[in-house]
């Protein structure tokens, strides 16, 4: 008996790449961290975010995954950037593949209750999220999205 191809539709050994939403989520000048309890980068601080579904927009995403990862609730005010996550095995094939769309969004009230793939949540300074994130890309992000939450140049989503 043969053994069973691999799920090309899975997460992992993708053959095509999956749209996942982060979410920078401000507060003052902080912002919403939590450590992932899932892979890639499990254990990780982290965006809140994950997978795009069907017939969702970007900003029902960033709204939807915030609300199951930690129960706050937000309001999106624009794109931050995009961001390729590309992740290879030992042997150099893609394990991993998502293009991130980032989007900031801002929360008014409540404490973060961790649910769903989310293991732990804090808000922090850029600063601090800079010394807490392992991961380059999730540190630019957030210096990105300040950034762009100072300069009034910078047009936003209502």
Same mark, same amino acid.
């Given at each position: 008996?043969? &053994? ?11 053959d095509r790449p999956w749209v996942g939403v982060g979410v920078?989520? /401000? ?6 961290l939590i450590r992932r309890g899932k892979a890639p980068r499990?254990?990780?601080? !982290? +965006?809140?975010?994950? @997978? ?8 029902? %995403?960033?709204?939807? #995954?915030?609300? #199951?990862?930690?129960g706050l609730e937000v309001v999106p005010t624009g794109i ?5 996550? *590309? ?11 998502? %293009? ?6 801002? !929360? @008014? ?5 961790? @649910?769903?793939?989310? +293991?732990?949540?804090? /808000?922090?300074? &850029?600063?601090?999220?800079?010394? +807490?994130?392992?991961?380059? #890309?999730?540190?630019?992000? *957030?210096? +990105?999205? &300040? ?9 936003? *989503?209502?």
């Amino acid at each position: 008996m043969s &053994a069973s191809p691999p799920d090309r539709s899975s997460r992992e050994y993708p053959d095509r790449p999956w749209v996942g939403v982060g979410v920078v989520v /401000w507060r003052g000048d902080k912002v919403l961290l939590i450590r992932r309890g899932k892979a890639p980068r499990i254990g990780q601080w !982290s +965006l809140p975010g994950g @997978a795009q579904s069907v017939g969702e927009t970007v900003f029902e %995403t960033a709204v939807r #995954e915030v609300r #199951e990862e930690t129960g706050l609730e937000v309001v999106p005010t624009g794109i931050v950037t995009v961001v390729d996550a *590309i992740t290879p095995d030992a042997e150099g094939r893609v394990h991993y593949h998502y %293009t991130l769309v980032e989007v900031a969004a801002e !929360s @008014a009230e409540g404490d973060p209750l961790c @649910a769903d793939d989310a +293991l732990e949540a804090c /808000w922090a300074t &850029a600063e601090e999220a800079g010394e +807490l994130t392992e991961w380059d #890309e999730t540190r630019r992000v *957030i210096l +990105l999205s &300040a950034a762009q939450r100072r300069s009034p140049q910078t047009p936003q *989503i209502p």
